[in-house]
């Protein structure tokens, strides 16, 4: 209903022919998402999260850097099948997506998930106990996918598992990755955290097309270089293991910037500034559940 200032109701300039109830339902459900629906299921998703046993956190977490080494891989199928253009990168990083797509679907654990959907309860409750329970979260996620992406790493590079020509593609995607200073790996890393993070935003207000979501916002992470803590390990972690690289350049070169980065990234840029709109938008008097 359309109301003037005074908050008295105002007739329509024209005439709209009366709908039945079921023609009011289907106009209700086209009609967009609201922000707090989307951050409510947010963050009973969060909620969810923080309550499950640490084992199922670690197995979880472990299938998602395992699972995050098929973007890696596919990358370096394609590349080995194209020839050496200045396209040949957009059709390379179409591999990028398949490791975020096999996580989030399959409702895997992945790091820089967590910056949005475990931080909302945080945000919403701002307690001692839920703080505790986002850092476990957080440290049981990470060391877990990056333990997934050491193994898968380890497997590509040491044994007789791919193709001479598959390797070498894979050697030069990793040798780009990992050829990048400090600020900018952080850099990087805060609009890498930020897409992720806004692909978990975007699904959650949307019941259908999660797929070209998530495709079209990670590959945009891949094709601009932009650094990922768990699946830009695997491409830095495959030069470790193929002793192309050292563990201290990996630790200090790519993983602490990427992992800086990815946190500021989600929490800061998605969570804290959609958690205010919301906050914004109830009003100073609704509470925060």
Not at 104 to 116: H, V
Not at 146 to 173: C, E, M, Q, Y
Not at 185 to 200: D, K
């Amino acid at each position: 209903m359309i109301v003037d200032e005074k908050g008295a109701p105002l007739e329509p300039t024209v005439s709209v022919p009366p709908l039945t109830e079921r023609q009011e339902q289907e106009a209700e459900d086209r009609t967009s998402v609201a922000v707090l629906v989307v951050h409510e299921a947010i963050r009973k998703d969060g909620d969810e999260e923080l309550q499950r046993p640490i084992s199922a956190l670690a197995w979880s977490g472990l299938a998602a850097g395992l699972s995050m080494g098929f973007s890696f891989l596919a990358e370096g199928v394609f590349r080995s099948y194209l020839p050496d253009t200045q396209w040949r990168p957009l059709v390379t990083h179409l591999g990028y997506p398949v490791g975020f797509l096999i996580v989030i679907i399959g409702r895997q654990q992945l790091f820089t998930e967590n910056t949005l959907t475990a931080i909302i309860p945080l945000l919403a409750r701002r307690n001692v106990p839920t703080l505790v329970a986002v850092l476990k979260l957080w440290a049981v996620v990470l060391a877990a996918n990056l333990t997934g992406a050491h193994i898968f790493a380890w497997v590509i590079g040491n044994t007789s598992l791919l193709k001479p020509d598959v390797l070498d593609a894979l050697r030069d995607l990793a040798t780009t990755a990992a050829d990048v200073t400090f600020g900018t790996a952080l850099l990087r890393g805060i609009f890498a955290g930020w897409l992720i993070a806004l692909v978990v935003w975007m699904n959650a207000a949307t019941d259908s097309g999660r797929i070209p979501i998530i495709v079209v916002l990670t590959y945009i992470v891949g094709v601009a270089g932009l650094t990922h803590i768990v699946a830009g390990s695997v491409e830095v972690l495959f030069l470790v293991m193929t002793g192309a690289k050292s563990w201290l350049s990996y630790l200090d070169g790519y993983m602490l910037p990427a992992l800086l980065g990815n946190i500021v990234g989600g929490v800061a840029l998605v969570s804290a500034l959609n958690h205010a709109q919301v906050i914004a938008g109830r009003g100073p008097k609704s509470p925060v559940s």
